[in-house]
């Protein structure tokens, strides 16, 4: 199999070098906290000594990385190492000025940029449940359709260079919502002295189900936060980059401008490094409910 660079070691770019790995990839990492790179160590993945030598050694490079700044940065790095054509597919969630400017650097150095963030928590990461949502060169996709069935469950070609992070914000506009609304939904029910883990066998035996109720209802459930499996500081992020996006477009997103409401309060309360499921506090706080 081949060798994959993987920049961003964090909580989903160590499930994606880890799955790597497994799938029989030679993975080489870099991260700028010595912590992730310890633990990537520990999955199997060659640690780089910067991003330039990741490029250095492999032809297809992943990032996953938590701010403009950062990508830029790797960007450069890249596109100043001096190494042949890349495939570089940048994974995050960003704005689109952001995204183009990425594969700006990149394509003035002869790469092959590609947008392609995933739909998923860092919970279904570790258990290879992402979809792709690629876009940008078709033939580079499909270079990468390996690389991307060693991490991730399916893959979604949406077109041109951008359209994949255009896909992404729909997604996550309902993950907002449907967080929010899994968090009403649980609070109600407990309020009403039902028991949280039969309220959860019922909805998702239901008709009301989500994958988003599946994963952060259970949370709700024992009032534990953590580990995340998308911080809520990071999550609010991401809100702010769909909020954006919408209001430029002048399309209104009344559910999803109400459900900020309650981000906002949670990180308020000091819950920010906890997962968005921590939002159940803040509806619980206002429900009166006491909490065993």
Known sequence: ?????????????????????????????????????????????????????????????????????????????IADAGVPQRIVAETSTLALADKEAFAEILRADGHVPLDCPLSGTG?????????????????????????????????????????????????????????????????LGMKA?????????????????SRIFELRAPMMAKDAYLPATMKLDIWKKDMAVIGAFAAGLDCPVPLFSASNTYYDAAIANGRGPEDAAAVCT???????????
Request: hydrophobic residues 55%; proline residues 3%.
């Open 1 to 77: 199999m081949a060798t994959v660079g993987m920049i961003g070691l964090g909580i989903m770019g160590g499930a994606m070098a880890r799955n790597l790995v497994a799938a029989g990839f030679t993975v080489i990492g870099f991260d700028v906290s010595a912590e992730a790179c310890t633990r990537a160590r520990g999955d199997g993945v060659t640690i780089a000594a910067n991003v330039a030598e990741a490029a250095r050694s492999a032809p297809h490079v992943l990032t996953s990385l938590p701010s403009p700044k950062a990508v830029l940065a790797v960007a450069r790095e």
């Open 282 to 292: 803040v509806l619980a706080d206002m429900a009166g409910l006491t909490r065993r």
């Open 193 to 209: 002295g039902l028991d949280p883990s039969q309220i959860i066998e019922c909805v998702t035996t239901g008709a009301a189900n």
């Open 123 to 187: 919970a279904q990461a570790q258990t290879r449940d992402l979809v792709v949502f690629a876009s940008g060169d078709a033939a580079a996709i499909a270079a990468l359709d390996p690389v991307f069935a060693g991490f991730s469950r399916k893959v979604q070609v949406l077109g041109a260079f951008g359209d994949g992070t255009k896909m992404k914000f729909v997604a996550n506009l309902l993950v907002a919502i449907n967080n929010v609304a899994s968090a009403e939904a649980m609070v």
